[in-house]
């Protein structure tokens, strides 16, 4: 069967095209297709890129202005030109979306179906930014595909099943009956890292405490036992907890009244400055890029040192929350940009953790492997870097829904 699945970022697009028979393979296989839209290099318009398994590539500036028109012509290279690799759009038999935000009632993959879509649409009141281009991008392939099965799979369904005293805020208990609660983001990947995680280890996924870090543009962690998510540290949205790219994570909620109280400070004013102007770019006026800001960092900036201190600081001290959470550990998971590719981020956060007898192999970790496991070969908690493939566990959610 052939699966599309969509990934909708706010300034990306990806998407790519799988081919699976009746065995779900062990390892993720290669795309038959793969493209991606980026939003960011050129004000006002997109860059597409398109590459098949059979080595054929394609690079080209995009004209169209809206999303719907741009998810159009990426798709139209699946059956065109030189990234061709199917003759009809028939070909495709179901297409698995993101979706961020699934709220209460979404706690696993779900077959979309005008309820499921109104409920997406009512959720963007949580999920502002993404849950509008989610639906979208569904409402597209209806157009292009008519009624081909879509599904879509959940950023919030691995936390579903928090315990309340994780995700209750301790605010008027009128919060939790309006919906103002933790649900957690990131879960497709860290789902994806904390299954990977147990192949790789060779342990029953059911039996593993894994602490899994996600760290790309935004960060979280997530704490599993059992299979499932049973703490995280994103919450009513993904601007909770660690400090990211450009978000802030947890801050004293008294700052927010402070500066609400300042008459030039408005809520647009205050969503701008924690999601786009804070975290290591708001404290080392380099970047959001942690590459950057290492950079800067050896060209003597303070700043920037002082950005990466904190990120640190507060990955530990998030680790530690959810180790108390877990009450022991078996293996730390680092994932995405950051934790795949920062050796330095990955020490300094391992430093700490001795007490519990984790120690890693110090040459190990400076190369990065994928999917390997970097702890010293007499430390007490393996530490894991797994390339996080969200793509493949969307692709995955399709293939176990098409078989029910
Ligand atoms: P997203 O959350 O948008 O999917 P990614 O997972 O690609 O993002 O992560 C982006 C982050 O990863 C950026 O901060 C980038 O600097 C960081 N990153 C990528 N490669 C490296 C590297 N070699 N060393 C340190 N950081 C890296």
């Known amino acids: 069967m052939k699966i599309l699945v969509l990934n909708a970022g706010s300034s990306s697009q990806k998407s790519c095209l799988y081919e699976l028979n009746d065995t779900l393979p062990d390892r993720p296989p290669q795309p038959l297709w793969e493209a991606k839209i980026d939003w960011t290099q050129r004000e006002g318009a997109g860059e597409l890129q398109v590459k098949t398994a059979a080595g054929h590539t394609l690079e080209e500036d995009f004209t169209s202005d809206s999303r719907a028109g741009a998810i159009a012509q990426m798709l139209e290279t699946l059956w065109h030109g030189e990234t061709q690799v199917i003759n009809s759009l028939n070909e495709i038999d179901i297409v698995g979306h993101r979706v961020v935000h699934g709220g209460r009632k979404y706690q696993q993959s779900t077959l979309i179906s005008p309820e499921v879509k109104q409920e997406i649409a009512r959720l963007s009141e949580f999920a502002p930014i993404h849950n509008p281009i989610n639906l979208e991008g569904i409402e597209t392939i209806e157009k292009i595909l008519g009624n081909v099965p879509q599904v879509a799979v ?26 103002i609660r933790r649900y957690g983001f990131h879960g497709i990947s860290h789902q994806y890292c904390a299954r990977r995680a147990a192949e790789i280890l060779n342990r029953d996924f059911a039996d593993l405490r894994l602490i899994s870090c ?24 993904p601007l909770d907890g660690l400090m990211m790219g450009s978000r802030s994570g947890a801050i004293d909620p008294g700052i927010i009244i402070h500066l609400l109280r300042r008459s030039d400070c408005s809520p647009e004013k205050l969503d701008n400055i924690l999601n786009r102007n804070s975290g290591l770019k708001g404290i080392s006026g380099v970047s959001s890029d942690m590459r950057l800001v290492a950079e800067a960092i050896k060209d003597g900036n303070d700043r920037a040192q002082l950005a990466l201190d904190i990120y640190v600081h507060r990955l530990r001290a998030g680790i530690g929350a959810m180790l108390a959470s877990l009450g022991g550990l078996d293996a730390l998971i680092f994932t995405a940009g950051v934790g795949e590719n920062s050796a330095v981020v990955r020490a300094a956060v391992c ?50 829904i098409s078989r029910r």
């Open 154 to 179: 959940f950023d919030t369904a691995f936390h579903a099943q928090l315990p309340p005293a994780a995700f209750v805020y301790p605010g008027p208990y009128e919060w939790l009956e309006n919906g």
């Open 214 to 237: 996600h760290l790309g543009n935004g960060c979280s962690l997530a704490a599993v036992r059992g299979g499932r998510s049973v703490d995280t540290t994103m919450g009513f949205t």
């Open 351 to 400: 430093e700490v953790f001795g007490f519990i007898g984790l120690k890693l192999d110090g040459e190990k970790n400076l190369n990065s492997p994928v999917d390997d496991d970097v702890a010293a070969v007499d430390s007490a908690v393996r530490v894991l870097v797994v390339h996080t493939q969200e793509d493949w566990e969307i692709a995955r959610e399709c293939w176990d």
